[in-house]
């Protein structure tokens, strides 16, 4: 299998008042081309983290470690031009809230375009790309749409506007931090769709960070659940959700509730989702885990394989898939 | 025991002046909960703020016990004790400077009545283990609190009063997943222990489906449809509500 991107071992340290926390501890995963890996986790998780790194937007002062290795080199090698260059052209990334990423002050079209003016194409070449991505991106009436600014548009066409706005260097892997959650569903699904239809279309890789275990279910070839910074589980999406490996992937399945039969209130987890600041000992997810053995306590578990493409950071994971 | 009747909200003036609430009209009963259900814009959040007194009303009535609500500041305080509100951000719903001992400690001032007759730090520590909260939280400030935490103060303040009904709005939504079914069964359980009703809104219907007993749909301030919650959501009489279904996600496989 090629890969497009190889997450090996991947270390994020960001100062803290007491010394440097480690937000993203060792964390491994590869994207293929034309998939998209669904990156699950919930606060302090260090998802959006990971997918910072990848695109080089971590805070200052933050030290890393490990490899991002895209296409044959070393993002967190490589000199800082190269890396301007690989962020928007070859890696491009949607954030959460168009409303905060897109320009207030400049025309939809404008932005949309920026890149390519940027690259030196022809003006009328960049009007016509601009349509056509507005157009592939699902906004009536380009021509008109493009003149109005951010906040003349509604939060699904932002979203849209900003793939877009993504799309426009033609990138080969597409960062997605919570594309719907400012959503609402009927747009969701809408937005959902567009992504899913962008990726299979173009051969994109996709990285899709978000807290719902729905969403990702909806688009994603591959999980990866995240919980303290590190990686408690990944494999293929229908195998990941329908048999977890982890206590922790298990608790998020189970309390996920179907929308047309009633389904009784889940048992939920004591306690709070640990954070790399404050990382138990052993196994961080020990605490919480209704497994949990004095072996979790004390040892830290490596990251394992339980099955094809399944990997768990459970000491007890045959428990679980039997 | 809540019954609103033909609510009409709007706001703006002149020709800016739109209508959030046109014409609703939805009743919870003793230990009854509604959910209220609808997309960002459809009213929901405001109806929750004219039964709570924070928005007034066109016109239509807010009758609590027969006895009509009217806002805050002309709300009897018997009638404002008993309804109580739970925000979706529980973090900018508290003063983070503030102690949880003092968050307490002021809703008993402002209704005496309610507050304990004995020691009052029995009395928190007792309020604050009704919330699944340990007795030191107290002397901690809301701004040193986890979000799941805080989001426990904020129904120990409301609960603090002895109300009869809880206005819920989005109260798990900003929660992390698993602390969101954590308050979820907490909310469920107060309910029973302390005969509470319940206003549920939320966008999330999976949620909705879980606890409420029955559901109401609006729709760009027209409630839309109501009824049973498991027949709305199994049987969807109007299309919008169809719609909505549609486009919610299940983790069960799909093609």
Redesign the interface.
């Known amino acids: 299998m090629t890969v497009s991107l190889e997450v090996a071992g991947l270390v994020v340290d960001l100062p803290g008042r007491d010394g440097p926390v480690r937000v993203v501890d060792e964390v491994s995963f590869d994207i293929a081309p034309a998939t998209t890996v669904g990156l699950i986790g919930e606060s302090g998780s260090g998802k959006t983290m990971t997918a910072n790194a990848v695109i080089d937007l971590l805070p200052d002062g933050a030290r890393t470690g490990g490899a991002l290795r895209w296409q044959g080199e070393d993002l967190l090698q490589v000199s800082a031009s190269r890396r301007r260059r690989v962020r928007g052209h070859e890696i491009a990334m949607i954030f959460q809230d168009p409303l905060a990423a897109l320009n207030p002050t400049q025309t939809v079209g404008r932005q949309v375009g920026e890149i390519l003016r940027r690259a030196g194409r022809p003006s009328d070449e960049v009007r016509r790309r601009v349509l056509e991505l507005l157009d592939r991106t699902g906004i009536p009436e380009p021509a008109t749409r493009s003149r109005n600014y951010p906040h003349e548009f509604s939060g699904g066409m932002r979203q849209r506007a900003m793939i877009a706005l993504a799309l426009a260097g033609s990138p080969a892997l597409l960062l997605a931090d919570e594309p719907t959650t400012a959503l609402d569903v009927t747009v969701q699904a809408r937005i959902l769709r567009l992504l899913r239809d962008i990726q299979e279309d173009e051969g994109l890789a996709m990285l899709l960070v978000s807290h719902d275990l729905r969403v990702v279910n909806h688009v994603a070839h591959q999980v990866v659940v995240m919980y303290a910074g590190r990686v408690a589980e990944r494999g293929p999406t229908a195998a990941l959700l329908s048999k977890p490996a982890h206590p922790y992937t298990r608790a998020l399945v189970d309390s996920v509730p179907a929308v047309r039969t009633r389904t009784a209130l889940a048992h939920p987890l004591p306690g709070t989702p640990a954070t790399p600041a404050n990382r138990p000992s052993g196994c961080a997810f020990h605490p919480r885990c209704p497994i949990a053995r004095e072996l979790c306590r004390t040892e830290q578990p490596a990251v394992r394989e339980v099955g094809a493409g399944r990997w768990t950071a459970c000491h007890f994971a045959e428990e679980l898939v039997g | 025991m809540l019954e609103v009747r033909d609510l009409d909200v709007s706001f703006g003036r002149a020709r800016r002046r739109f209508k959030a609430v046109d014409g609703v009209s939805l009743t919870v009963g003793p230990d009854e909960t509604l959910g209220l259900v609808g ?2 814009g459809s009213g929901k959040t405001t109806v929750a703020r004219v039964v709570v007194g924070l928005v007034k009303p066109d016109s239509g009535d807010v009758l609590f016990d027969g006895k009509p609500l009217g806002p805050v500041g002309r709300r009897p305080a018997s009638l404002q004790r008993a309804v109580q509100m739970v925000f979706q951000d529980p973090r900018s719903s508290l003063n983070p400077r503030m102690t949880v001992s003092a968050v307490i400690d002021e809703a008993w001032r402002t209704h005496p009545e309610s507050a304990p007759t004995g020691d009052r730090t029995a009395g928190l520590h007792q309020l604050l283990d009704d919330v699944g909260l340990d007795a030191t939280v107290a002397r901690h400030r809301a701004g040193e609190l ?4 805080c989001q426990r103060v904020s129904i120990a303040r409301a609960l603090a009063v002895k109300p009869r009904l809880l206005v819920c709005d989005e109260a798990v939504s900003a929660l ?7 308050i ?2 907490l909310l ?1 359980d107060l309910q029973q222990r302390h005969h509470l009703s319940m206003l549920f809104i939320s ?1 999330d ?3 909705v ?3 409420a007993d029955r559901i109401a749909v609006m729709r760009r301030g027209v409630l839309v449809e109501e009824g049973v ?2 027949d709305v ?2 049987d969807p009489q109007h299309e919008y509500t169809r ?12 093609s």
């Open positions: 997309e960002s986890s979000g799941g935490q992390d997943v698993s602390v969101q079914s954590q979820l069964r469920v966008h219907l999976g949620v489906h879980q606890i919650a498991t959501l199994s719609s909505l279904l549609d486009a919610a996600l299940e983790l069960t496989k799909e």
